[in-house]
């Protein structure tokens, strides 16, 4: 903590504060009862305001700059001293050095919950914390409500003053934004504004101004997260789509408990039989609107083609129509052999025992003669 360069005799003739700390806001000038010099010299560093008090009244303020203590430049103390004709001799008064900057990163938080009312939770409880920055913005009021005869007022004694302000100030805010509980981790930013905006009539009472004010956090009960996870996972899951796989992994769960090949294509038989009840099921709105007869005797809906599925290469293919059998059969690709199944059979059998696939084979052309 700087104090004066120096002194001559037992009057003071340079008045400075050299501020290397980081949580000063007011140094009193230590005069230890010496006089100050007709024309000293003031010191006032970028960042700084001098505050003369005379007796404790509040006179002359000095903004940064050397300036020399005369009459014309102590207007209100030459007034409270009563010299009509300027002064000559030393004179004695406090000299308050008030540090003007930013002090940066103070902090605050909600010792206890503070309880809120939310539309869809009812009533819980959430805590909240960040900083704040503040600078003093009139040095004789802050002198006057804030520090008084304090000759060395720090940073520390006004905190936790004004984190009580901000809490209940928060508090506030928080009721009127009147937000979903689950928004206020997307809105620190506007919710940070509203509250400096609320506070800043507050510490303006105090000659102080809240240059800045960051909630870095607002925490609520893990079971209110939990059901908040719970809903957003919801608002973007494809309820159709998750029916359709929770479908699929039933019928393949059931598949695999059946037993020995007649089992085995009994279960595939039971699972296609299931999928294309689920495709229905899940079938577009429109579709099934199509499918219904309306009033006025109108006619029934087309017939769906008949389909089968086939063992191809020992993998299963299809569904595929009797136009395609045919091409298929023609080409070769299945002979009366091959194992097909549809809707409605018990197990997969034969090609050439389906009546409805026998006469397919028939149509086929016999091979060419040798040339």
């Not at 300027?86 to 990163?105: H, L, Q």
């Not at 002198?143 to 720090?154: A, L, Q, S």
């Not at 100030?169 to 997307?186: I, Q, S």
Request: proline share 5%; aromatic share 10%; hydrophobic share 40%.
């Amino acid at each position: 903590m700087g104090l004066f360069d120096s002194i001559r005799g037992e009057f003071i003739d340079i008045i400075e504060w050299t501020d290397d700390s980081s949580d000063t806001l007011v140094y009193r000038f230590e005069r230890h009862d010496n006089e100050i010099k007709n024309k000293a010299k003031l010191v006032v560093r970028e960042g700084q305001a001098a505050v003369f008090i005379n007796e404790g009244q509040l006179a002359d303020v000095f903004a940064p700059g050397t300036h020399t203590l005369e009459t014309q430049n102590l207007p209100i103390l030459s007034t409270l001293k009563g010299w009509k004709y300027g002064f000559d001799s030393p004179f004695k008064a406090e000299v308050y050095f008030v540090s003007m900057r930013n002090f940066t990163d103070q902090k605050w938080g909600t010792k206890n919950p503070i309880t809120l009312s939310d539309a869809r939770f009812g009533m819980l409880e959430i805590r909240a914390f960040g900083t704040y920055v503040i600078k003093v913005d009139d040095p004789t009021k802050f002198i006057k409500e804030i520090v008084g005869t304090d000759g060395h007022f720090t940073t520390d004694e006004i905190t936790n003053q004004l984190r009580s302000l901000i809490v209940t100030r928060f508090t506030d805010a928080m009721g009127e934004a009147e937000l979903p509980v689950e928004k206020y981790a997307a809105n620190t930013n506007e919710i940070s504004k509203l509250v400096k905006d609320i506070m800043q009539e507050d510490f303006n009472e105090y000659g102080i101004k809240l240059t800045k004010f960051l909630i870095e956090n607002v925490s609520m009960p893990e079971e209110i997260k939990k059901e908040i996870f719970e809903l957003s996972r919801l608002d973007r899951i494809d309820l159709d789509k998750f029916a359709k796989i929770k479908a699929a992994k039933a019928i393949e769960k059931a598949a695999e408990n059946e037993s020995g090949t007649a089992g085995a294509g009994m279960g595939m038989g039971m699972g296609f039989a299931m999928a294309n009840q689920m495709g229905n099921a899940f079938a577009p709105q429109q579709q099934q609107q199509a499918a219904q007869p309306t009033a006025g005797g109108a006619p029934p809906p087309i017939p769906v083609a008949e389909t089968y599925h086939v063992v191809v290469n020992g993998q299963q293919a299809g569904p595929f129509d009797l136009n395609t059998l045919q091409q298929m059969i023609t080409k070769n690709e299945i002979s009366k052999e091959s194992l097909v199944w549809k809707q409605g059979m018990a197990a997969w059998t034969a090609a050439g025992q389906v009546s409805a696939l026998s006469n397919l084979f028939g149509a086929v052309p016999p091979p060419l003669p040798p040339s």
